[in-house]
């Protein structure tokens, strides 16, 4: 059978019992693992979309979640779909102006949320929302209303409204409109991304088919499924039998890939980043012979390259590496994990090399939630990945290069439109059906795809030169006391680097040598821990194009994230609310004549 909507992947699971028989849905309830197998599934899902007709919604009603990811997100999704309404995820990091913004914009009836802390916050804002009537908890929460009573009303009205159900699901098409997702928001109000049903199966399939994952594995999933990526990767997920355990919280990520010896998940470059930094942290720890041999090993994996056949020599020091070090690497998250999904930002190249030579494939994608997302990605086949590049192109996907390498796509996952906004729709969508994607990118004479920067964060200098900034940023974030920076110098004679140090790795240089601090900006100010950063930059520098080269740090004591607002949900950087937060430390590094102003931190260290 073909799948066209996202409710069609209930009747896969019968069409191909050997194939996606072991299929799970996994959530953490009271401390312990619940397993809802395929049967479990449907019977919710139907009973969710009978209940929500029985309590009254109808047909093109918006239902939002806001949520971490579990089982029932998904009992939602489905029984939205196959209810002819259409589910709004609001990522649950977002403040209440936010949230209320998205809830009145997309006109959503009811809202479910997953704790008691986010239905204080709902509740806080309630006299706002201008069309949610009902607020309702995954959890039980003392006074709420528990989303149980959805599932259970469609169960006691089976006999009225299992046909209308039936009715509705098979008027609908796969051009109807399934999810509205907003955007991150790095500038401006974020806007509601309309996909349909064939929108997200189609790159759900699309991936499938380079994907090496099966009914025989299991993988974790923890960025917010209300993010387009995890959201469509779900669904590949489902598409392939996969088995899919939702993690409790950010802080357990660790203990379930270890616990579970899953065979795979999607992450951030941030996350890989700081899986990184914790093995570093541990090789400081070793005898002095010891980490001799893991910095050796280190060098060894930064010079790796995916399928190619190394040298003789090469590959003798690479199995004393993996037998020495990479191994502990794999032992210490799971010895089956052989895929890594790694999309939302640029990838540092030498952590791809590195992951690589330890037996950690990351496969790195490019996309937009405007396309469902994936339009390219790196998979695992010989000649089909290269560091440093986002992958080739996807089957039935288009893309190309404008004059001024703006990256165009035509895609069955474009999205509808922008909700409620036919202006915007248009601006990105030409007469010709092209996506305007607004990041600037090239391709290989091989077909690969590589990005090098968004259009409208490229900016020129006051010599008349440009600069892409996420290029020097991603070559800065290399050094292990670095965490965050933004490029700044936009119309000045030079770039300077906004950053954001890793505190971790500060205070353990500070205690080495021997400087004392009270805080992060007691730290930040202090003239030996200045000079370490500027050796740190020079450093990299000479990796760097001359007008590429940063002449000037701003340090801050600041610590970036979606809550402290500097990051958005899917951890790009907000570049104009940091340039406007820092505005006048970046005013006075090029006007020498004013004092520097001093930095003030979030923390309360």
């Given at each position: 059978?073909?799948?066209?909507?996202?409710?069609?992947?209930l009747d896969r699971f019968n069409q191909y019992p050997d194939t996606i028989g072991k299929f799970k849905l996994a959530g953490v309830e009271n401390g312990k693992w619940r397993e809802y197998n395929t049967k479990d599934y449907k019977d919710i899902v139907w009973n969710v979309?009978?209940?929500?007709?029985?309590?009254?919604?109808?047909?093109?009603?918006?239902?939002?979640?806001?949520?971490?990811?579990?089982?029932?997100?998904?009992?939602?999704?489905?029984?939205?779909?196959?209810?002819?309404?259409?589910?709004?995820?609001?990522?649950?990091?977002?403040?209440?102006?936010?949230?209320?913004?998205?809830?009145?914009?997309?006109?959503?009836?009811?809202?479910?949320?997953?704790?008691?802390?986010?239905?204080?916050?709902?509740?806080?804002?309630?006299?706002?929302?201008?069309f949610t009537h009902r607020i309702l908890t995954f959890n039980q929460v003392e006074g709420a209303e528990n989303w149980s009573v959805i599932p259970e009303s469609g169960k006691a009205n089976a006999a009225e409204y299992y046909d209308k159900v039936m009715d509705i699901r098979e008027s609908i098409s796969e051009e109807d409109l399934l999810t509205i997702i907003y955007t991150s928001g790095t500038t401006g109000l974020p806007k509601g991304v309309m996909l349909s049903h064939k929108n997200l199966m189609s790159n759900a399939i699309g991936t499938s088919e380079i994907q090496h994952l099966n009914h025989n594995h299991k993988a974790l999933s923890f960025l917010p499924l209300s993010h387009v990526f995890e959201h469509m990767v779900n669904y590949q997920y489902h598409y392939l039998g996969v088995s899919v355990y939702y993690a409790e919280s950010i802080n357990t990520i660790a203990r379930d890939i270890k616990d579970l010896q899953v065979d795979g998940f999607i992450a951030v470059p941030r996350l890989l980043e700081s899986i990184y930094d914790k093995i570093m942290q541990k090789a400081k720890k070793l005898s002095s012979a010891k980490r001799f041999i893991f910095m050796q090993s280190l060098k060894l994996a930064e010079q790796y390259t995916p399928y190619k056949k190394h040298s003789l020599s090469y590959r003798i020091r690479h199995y004393l590496a993996d037998k020495l070090v990479f191994s502990k690497w794999r032992e210490a998250l799971s010895p089956n994990l052989t895929f890594i999904g790694c999309g939302g930002s640029a990838l540092q190249p030498r952590l791809a090399r590195i992951f690589w030579a330890a037996g950690l494939p990351v496969f790195e994608g490019y996309g937009l939630t405007e396309t469902s997302p994936v339009v390219a990605v790196n998979y695992s086949k010989p000649g089909f990945v290269m560091a440093g590049s986002v992958g080739k192109i996807l089957k039935d996907v288009d893309v190309k290069i404008a004059d001024d390498?703006?990256?165009?796509?035509?895609?069955?996952?474009?999205?509808?439109?922008?909700?409620?906004?036919?202006?915007?729709?248009?601006?990105?969508?030409?007469?010709?059906?092209?996506?305007?994607?607004?990041?600037?990118?090239e391709l290989t004479q091989e077909g690969f795809l590589k990005i090098t920067d968004r259009k409208k964060e490229i900016f020129k200098m006051s010599n008349g030169k440009y600069v892409a900034p996420q290029q020097i940023e991603n070559k800065l974030k290399e050094s292990f006391y670095i965490q965050q920076l933004m490029i700044v110098g936009e119309?000045?004679?030079?770039?300077?680097?906004?950053?954001?140090?890793?505190?971790?790795?500060?205070?353990?240089?500070?205690?080495?040598?021997?400087?004392?601090?009270?805080?992060?900006?007691?730290?930040?100010?202090?003239?030996?821990?200045?000079?370490?950063?500027?050796?740190?930059?020079?450093?990299?520098?000479?990796?760097?194009?001359?007008?590429?080269?940063?002449k000037k740090i701003i340090l801050i004591a600041d610590e970036w994230s979606p809550i402290t607002g500097e990051l958005s949900s899917s951890l790009k950087l907000k570049r104009q609310v940091i340039i406007?937060?820092?505005?006048?430390?970046?005013?006075?590094?090029?006007?020498?004549?004013?004092?520097?102003?001093?930095?003030?931190?979030?923390?309360?260290n």
């Open positions: 059978m073909q799948i066209k909507r996202n409710f069609d992947l979309s009978m209940g929500l007709l029985s309590s009254g919604f109808k047909p093109g009603d918006k239902i939002a979640t806001i949520t971490n990811n579990r089982p029932e997100w998904n009992f939602m999704e489905m029984g939205i779909g196959m209810a002819g309404m259409v589910h709004v995820p609001v990522h649950p990091t977002l403040s209440e102006d936010e949230i209320t913004y998205i809830l009145n914009h997309s006109e959503s009836s009811m809202v479910i949320v997953s704790d008691s802390a986010l239905y204080k916050k709902l509740q806080n804002v309630k006299d706002k929302l201008s390498g703006e990256i165009l796509i035509k895609s069955p996952g474009l999205m509808i439109g922008y909700y409620k906004d036919p202006v915007a729709t248009s601006d990105v969508i030409d007469k010709d059906g092209w996506f305007h994607s607004g990041d600037i990118g119309n000045q004679k030079y770039p300077a680097a906004i950053i954001s140090p890793n505190f971790q790795e500060l205070a353990q240089w500070c205690q080495k040598k021997k400087i004392q601090f009270q805080d992060h900006t007691d730290l930040i100010r202090n003239t030996e821990v200045v000079k370490h950063f500027q050796e740190e930059i020079r450093k990299f520098n000479k990796k760097l194009s001359e007008s590429d080269q940063v406007q937060k820092y505005k006048d430390l970046v005013e006075a590094v090029y006007n020498p004549k004013r004092e520097p102003i001093a930095v003030k931190s979030n923390d309360n």
